[in-house]
């Protein structure tokens, strides 16, 4: 083979060799777009609608929630991704997993997300027999989805206020149950400040009986007989 035609195999090679690297690196850029994509998507969602956070639809089987976290718990494991936000979806995707395989939080996701469904169609003044209900659109999933926020914010809403009002019944019992308490302490100490006394007020009351004895029998003395 002749000189020039070996000079032209040879740079053939390398540019293949170029190409090999140029796709690969092409691939890590995509493969870490997607991740960080996903992490953006996750960090978006509506975090305590755990079906909006696994990107999955209502009412979806087990199986498939276990494979979608799988998969994207892969994804974007922290180990596995250099964005600083990793660690924080990644949390957030577990959580709403949890959520989801516990059958009574998702009862309770599941509950909401009918009512805001009925909430909306109420609101567009449609039925469950309308078309855009039964073959629902992007508009109609995306006005539901804001839909869903707004009931579980309310629900959230709600249970806190619950929750203040049950600490504030708590401290009144608290405080009842402490003045009672109280009241009884100060009962026992009297008693033991009485039950103290009593030999000295024995005493006392002795003294004085005798006392008073004693100035009657002085009087008896000093009356005179009349006659």
Do not use: C
Not at 67 to 77: G, N
Not at 145 to 157: G, S
């Amino acid at each position: 083979m002749a000189e020039p035609e070996k000079d032209l195999d040879k740079l053939r090679a390398e540019q293949a060799k170029d190409d090999v690297d140029i796709l690969a690196e092409l691939d890590k850029e995509s493969k870490e777009f997607d991740k960080d994509s996903e992490i953006d998507r996750i960090r978006n969602a509506f975090r305590a609608n755990a079906y909006d956070v696994l990107d999955l639809q209502p009412g979806v089987p087990d199986e498939d929630i276990k494979k979608t976290y799988r998969k994207k718990s892969l994804l974007i494991h922290p180990d596995k991704s250099s964005n600083p936000y990793a660690p924080d979806a990644f949390d957030r995707l577990a959580l709403a997993h949890q959520t989801l395989l516990d059958e009574k939080k998702r009862a309770i996701l599941d509950e909401a997300i009918g009512d805001a469904r009925m909430l909306l169609i109420r609101d567009l003044k449609l039925t469950i027999d309308s078309e855009e209900v039964k073959d629902p659109d992007v508009k109609f999933m995306k006005a539901w989805k804001e839909k869903v926020k707004f009931v579980l914010a309310d629900m959230e809403d709600r249970r806190k206020r619950q929750m203040k009002a049950q600490m504030q019944e708590e401290g009144r019992q608290q405080r009842k149950d402490d003045e009672e308490i109280a009241e009884r302490k100060r009962k026992r100490e009297h008693e033991v400040e009485w039950e103290k006394t009593r030999d000295k007020r024995i005493d006392s009351w002795r003294d004085f009986s005798k006392k008073k004895e004693g100035d009657g029998k002085a009087k008896k003395k000093k009356m005179k007989t009349l006659g």
